[in-house]
């Protein structure tokens, strides 16, 4: 993942590379191939045409975002998988009973990941066993929400509340989520699926609302790694602590094959979704516990 942070800067493409210039002299490059994604939050950048139609060939998606860390647009390639018209098509026609059953399996996923991830902090983390298992298809019952009103005071403090317009752990939180985000869009385009095509996220307005979705089990992972920030003392979105946040794509998880990093997980879940969608598939291909291997 790349971030260009820095006011003023022009992206390019030459050859295999992104480079990055500032002033007319060229500060630094990096293989193409080598990026899951570019997150612009900075001012003033400019583009070439034909780095745009670089990361759009290698599904490299290309994310601006907003004063608050928030995306505000994302760069989709208009041609990602062989059978994207198939699969679109599957997606589209999928039935609600489908789409509330895979919104179950995540919402379970998320809740098993919370508590995951304050059993490795050491905090309060009985009860969300329970609160995973009653979840219904579709979740009418809300648990996803009631759940995350007894996470985040155990989590951050009782004082803490989850504000995406707030600053310090917030902004944090936003900026991992963002990073996380791009990844899974680009595993959803990867996989030949359309990423407004939701399943509990359908706003008219929301353009990725499949990413919103299929990132819910990987949230507490996100988490995890802004209270490590915290508890080493961090208290602002820095370049430090950025980087530091940005590793949530190539962190490790237990699946069924092993350790694979985030990323490559995100990737067989979009699959599964669309084995799902294709009626070859009832469950979707999540890691066995959402939360890295060494917290």
């Known amino acids: 993942m790349v971030e260009i942070a820095e006011d003023g800067r022009h992206l390019a493409r030459l050859r295999g590379f992104l480079t990055v210039n500032a002033g007319g002299t060229e500060i630094g490059r990096i293989p193409l ?36 860390h928030r995306p ?53 983390h009985e009860g969300f066993a329970l609160l995973a298992r009653k979840v219904r298809s579709g979740d009418p019952d809300n648990v996803e929400a009631q759940a995350a009103r007894r996470y985040w005071p155990l989590l951050f403090g009782k004082d803490f509340r989850r504000d995406r317009a707030a600053g310090e752990t917030n902004a944090m939180l936003n900026y991992c989520y963002t990073v996380l985000r791009a990844g899974t869009a680009r595993a959803i385009m990867a996989a030949g699926l359309h990423p407004s095509l939701g399943l509990a996220h359908r706003q008219r307005g929301n353009a990725f609302a499949l990413a919103d979705d299929f990132m819910e089990p990987f949230r507490p992972i996100a988490d995890l790694l802004v209270h490590e920030l915290v508890g080493d003392g961090e208290s602002e979105l820095n370049g430090d602590t950025k980087s530091r946040l940005a590793r949530i794509l190539i ?15 995100l990737e067989r879940l979009a699959l599964s979704a669309a084995r799902c969608f294709a009626g070859e598939a009832q469950k979707l291909d999540l890691p066995r516990r959402t939360l890295p291997l060494e917290a």
Not at 50 to 58: G, I, K, S, T
Not at 255 to 260: C, D, F, I, V
């Open 33 to 68: 191939d080598d990026i899951a994604a570019v997150i612009a939050s900075a001012h003033g950048i400019t583009y070439s045409n034909n780095l745009l139609v670089a990361l759009a060939e290698r599904g490299t998606p290309l994310v601006v975002c907003g004063s608050n």
């Open 72 to 124: 505000a647009a994302f760069l989709w390639a208009a041609d990602s998988h062989h059978e994207q018209s198939g699969r679109m098509a599957d997606q589209a026609a999928a039935s609600l009973p489908l789409k509330k059953r895979l919104w179950a399996q995540l919402v379970v996923a998320k809740i098993e990941g919370q508590k995951a991830t304050l059993e490795a902090v050491g905090a309060v």
């Open 251 to 265: 962190t490790d998880m237990s699946t069924a094959e092993g350790t694979s990093p985030v990323g490559l997980c």
